[in-house]
């Protein structure tokens, strides 16, 4: 008798999302996947026009530094495009261990390990450290490569709602009882809501039940505190945070990730991570960027790079704000570069973007299941080389956008 067996492409064929891909994809408003086809400064070339790029994470605007690309391009010289092999193997150069020096210079820790993506860096991160018997403490709008590392873990993972401190500590009381280590994670900057974590806070209830406390930097490092080293050290808490994790495809113009934090932690992370073990070398022109960028947000130019991309934040957030959109608010008031606008209903949101996208404007487009169900929004992000003028003209486009777009398709949410 043969045994009837479900065939695993069976899903690629029925998920819930493949119908409204159709219809989207037949109406030309799906968000994503657009073509960009040229440099990702203030503005960008995207599909045969000119538009102004509100959608990146080139905070700092330093891809288009010619020092960045230097550094790229010295290294590309020097050793090639590819180095074919494991850091283990031979796939580490001068270049990866001066750049692992002065990110622990950077970020004030004792040691720094380089992984080849971001989503590496928290995978192979909490994947290493925690295992069957730990328990991890995670915030519900943490990074995807955060609850990704918990689940590989196999650590019990105790979710709390989104910076709710009370909820946190209820979970690390029950934390107590499941008899193995305690690893609290949360963004420093939330990807989506552009908010900051309570670390003063969440640092005390660490402290006090005996947790250990991991930050994701990846949308803090090279935007936040006097050195650019991110939310711990704005919030004066550096030494209450055990890891500090970090990405190089944000204010420092490449690929790649870090985590920074004790020296015994990094070694063993260096030759038990398996996220680092088993996976080729960042290509060295990534390396040579990323330390190049390092290094001009530890100048004396730094500084003015941080204040820009902090005044186009205020910039934009208050001209939205002016036109009646619902801008997401962060309560600590800290001037992050991501300004959100909720928009509440899923097509809506898409048809609001595919207006903004003909109008000249780029943004990007949250939908469940990246955020909760009925908050879709529009993530907007500024550079430190956004103009007033630029973003002028995004708010009148968005202003003209609006008008037309109420009258057809309803009104959207307001202060």
């Not at 990807?191 to 930097?217: F, K, N, Q, W, Y």
């Not at 820009?308 to 910039?315: C, F, L, T």
């Not at 595919?354 to 299941?369: E, I």
Request: net charge negative.
């Amino acid at each position: 008798m043969h045994q009837t067996t479900t065939d695993v492409f069976a899903k690629a064929r029925g998920h819930e999302r493949a119908e409204q891909l159709r219809a989207a994809r037949e109406a030309d408003v799906l968000p994503y996947f657009r073509l960009l086809e040229g440099p990702a400064g203030p503005e960008v070339e995207m599909e045969g026009a000119s538009r102004i790029m509100l959608g990146s994470n080139n905070y700092l605007g330093l891809t288009g530094d010619p020092r960045v690309m230097a550094g790229a391009r010295d290294a590309l010289e020097r050793y090639g495009t590819g180095l074919t092999g494991s850091r283990l193997l031979n796939g580490t150069t001068p270049l990866h261990l001066e750049l692992e020096r002065e990110l622990a210079q950077w970020m004030g820790t004792e040691a720094a390990l380089v992984f080849t993506t971001g989503h590496q860096a928290n995978v192979g991160t909490l994947g290493t450290l925690l295992a069957p018997g730990d328990t991890v403490i995670a915030d519900s709008g943490d990074h995807a490569s955060i609850l990704d590392g918990c689940l590989l873990s196999r650590a019990k993972l105790r979710p709390f709602r989104h910076n709710r401190l009370d909820r946190l500590e209820r979970a690390l009381e029950r934390a107590r009882g499941d008899g193995g280590g305690v690893l609290v994670v949360v963004d420093g900057v939330f990807s989506m809501e552009g908010d900051v974590a309570p670390l003063p806070e969440i640092v005390t209830l660490c402290e006090r039940h005996g947790a250990r406390l991991m930050v994701d930097e990846a949308h803090g490092a090279g935007v936040l505190g006097a050195r650019g080293a991110g939310t711990a050290e704005l919030l004066g808490v550096e030494d209450g945070v055990d890891l500090r994790m970090g990405t190089f495809s944000k204010s420092l113009a490449s690929c790649g990730g870090f985590v920074a934090g004790p020296e015994e932690v990094i070694d063993f992370l260096r030759v038990s991570s398996r996220a680092f073990l088993f996976t080729a070398a960042s290509v060295p022109a990534a390396i040579g960027a990323a330390l190049a960028a390092l290094r001009v947000v530890r100048s004396d130019d730094g500084p003015p790079l941080l204040a820009s991309v902090a005044q186009a934040a205020r910039h934009l957030r208050g001209g939205l704000r002016e036109l009646g959109f619902k801008v997401v608010e962060d309560q600590s008031t800290v001037d992050t570069p991501i300004i959100p606008i909720l928009v509440e209903d899923d097509w809506k949101a898409v048809l609001l973007w595919r207006a903004l996208y003909d109008a000249g404007v780029y943004v990007n487009v949250a939908l469940h299941p990246a955020v909760p169900p009925g908050g879709a929004l529009l993530r907007t992000s500024v550079m430190a080389t956004h103009t007033p003028e630029v973003l002028d003209r995004a708010l009148a486009a968005f202003a003209d956008v609006r008008t037309g777009f109420e009258a057809q398709h309803g009104a959207l949410p307001a202060l």
